[in-house]
Structures are given as C-alpha cells and as structure tokens.
C-alpha cells in the first residue's frame, strides 16, 4: 500500500529534460597575451598620434615622463605639467544675515543714547545743576588755579648802611619818604639779604631807586646783580636800567627762606646845578611777589 502512494507522488514531479546546447566549431576566444604590442592602442578621450605627426613633448616635473606638449597632466603619474599658476577664483562676498543687520543698528542706537545722555550732562553740569558721578570726579581732580600775590619779609639785612636813618629796613617798609644808603662805599661790595617766616616760592622781585629825581641823579644806582635763594642755590643774575620807575625781574624758586642780592656794577652819581654827587649807593624799595607755602 505505501509503495503505490509513493509511485503517484512521483508521477506528479515527472522529471522533465532541457534542450541540448546547440553545438558549435568555434573556438572560445583567448585573452590577449602580455607579449602583445598595445603601444598605439586608443584611449577614449584622448589624441591619437601617428608614427607620420611630429610632436613637441615635455617632461614630467614630477617623475621625468615624456609627454605631448597638448597634455596638461602626465600620462604616467598624473601630475600637473604646466607650471603656470592656477587661476584663484574670488573671494565670495560677505552676506550679513539678518541677524547681524539687527545687532549693528541696535549697537548704533545704544551709541546714540549714551552721546545725548552725554551732552545733557554736560549742559545741566554749565546751569550749575547737580552733575553726575563723571563729572563730580573730574571737578574735584582740577588743580585749583595759583594765586600770586606780594610777599613781605619779615627782616633784611645789608653789607653797611650810611647811619640809623638810611638802614636796610626802609627798603620793606612800604615808604617812599625813606630808603637805603651804603656806608659811602659808592655800591663796592654791597649786598642785600631778605628773610622770610614761611618757605615762599618767589616769582618776580621789584627794584626802586629813589624817585626823587635830584637824589636819584646824586645817589650810584644798582646796574648788574646777582640773586640767590638757598632751596635752588642757582644765581640769577641781570642788569638794571639807570632809570627811577619801579623795574620788576624773574626769579625762580620753589621752597626758600632768604634771598640775597650783590651788587656787581653800578651808575655813577651826578652833580646837580651846584650840589656835588654823593658817594653812597642808594635803593628807595624792595618788594616781592611770589606764593606763600
């Protein structure tokens, strides 16, 4: 019984034949063999010479290759065979995305602020308005401006004087009825020195003669002089004119206590009408001008 299913099983999958390959003389074909000759064979895409066309070639700076001159890459290793530099394309342009375009106007409005903040600070700070903290630091950092004014020493003392009337210290006592008169030695000599309470710091000193006209012709007048202060000890010297107008010189000095002058010439005295010339060295006033410290 089991053998007959098996038979009917079989019968449904009859096996079934293919045709014969039809039969064929030819040969298969053979590769070509390395011995071939493949030296004038084509490649697509490129120039096909004949052993009748006389072409110019180049080397290969790269690895010595003989190739046309129309090549622009060697045919061995690839590498560039014209020299030339190669084209540089331009830059592309700067896009400003929008973004950016926001940010550069939101910068130019906070600039535009800070400068109208700016200038109205500045003219509330002219009306004599509470300024703000700029402009509080920048007033209380202002140097305050030196005042110069006339400076008197406290005593002077001098190289001789003619008697108690004609003493040194007429020439700070702010008369012009008294003055100073050497010891008739005709201004030889003779120096004056002027002390001060206080370190000064001296800008000018003012020289008078005697402003009455006959005794300033009698008297010898200062010409040259020499000033010292003890803080610089640097003499200062000059000359005067023979003139009896107030004559102001510099003086420079920072921190001093005394100031001397000597006398290094003077102007001869004159008769006048019948009078003789005196021989003292006369000076009416003295005065300072300076800073007091």
């Keep these: ?111 535009v602020v800070i400068l109208v903040a700016l200038m109205v600070n500045i003219f509330r700070s002219g009306d004599g308005e509470v300024a703000g903290p700029e402009t509080s630091s920048s007033s209380t950092s202002t140097t305050l401006p030196v005042i110069v004014g006339e400076i008197v020493p406290t005593s002077v003392k001098a190289s001789s004087q003619l008697s108690d009337g004609f003493g040194p210290e007429n020439l700070i006592d702010g008369d012009p009825e008294t003055r100073w008169n050497d010891k008739s030695a005709r201004g030889v000599g003779a120096w004056l020195e002027f002390t001060f309470a206080t370190p000064v710091q001296i800008t000018e000193m003012e020289f008078q003669n005697v402003e009455d006209d006959e005794k300033f012709r009698q008297n010898y007048k200062i010409q040259g002089y020499t000033v010292t202060v003890n803080d610089l000890n640097v003499p200062i010297s000059g000359r005067l004119v023979n003139s009896n107008v107030p004559q102001r010189v510099r003086i420079a000095s920072l921190e001093t206590f005394t100031l001397r002058v000597d006398v290094s010439t003077t102007y001869p005295a004159e008769p006048v009408g019948d009078a003789p010339p005196f021989d003292e060295l006369a000076l009416q006033d003295v005065r300072f001008f300076g800073v007091e410290k």
């Excluded at 299913?5 to 999958?13: A, E, I, S, V, Y």
């Excluded at 180049?58 to 190739?67: F, K, L």
């Excluded at 084209?87 to 592309?92: G, K, L, S």
């Design 1 to 111: 019984m089991a053998d007959d299913r098996n038979d009917q099983f079989d019968d449904l999958f009859e096996p079934f034949e293919l045709p014969d390959a039809p039969v064929t003389d030819k040969a298969p074909e053979q590769p070509p063999t390395p011995e071939a000759d493949n030296t004038h064979a084509a490649v697509p895409g490129s120039h096909v010479t004949t052993e009748h066309e006389a072409v110019d070639t180049v080397n290969c700076p790269s690895c010595g290759a003989s190739n046309p001159s129309y090549n622009h890459h060697c045919e061995r290793c690839g590498s560039r065979l014209n020299t030339d530099p190669m084209p540089i394309a331009p830059a592309p342009a700067a896009r400003t995305s929008a973004g950016g375009r926001a940010l550069g106007v939101l910068a130019a409005v906070v600039l």
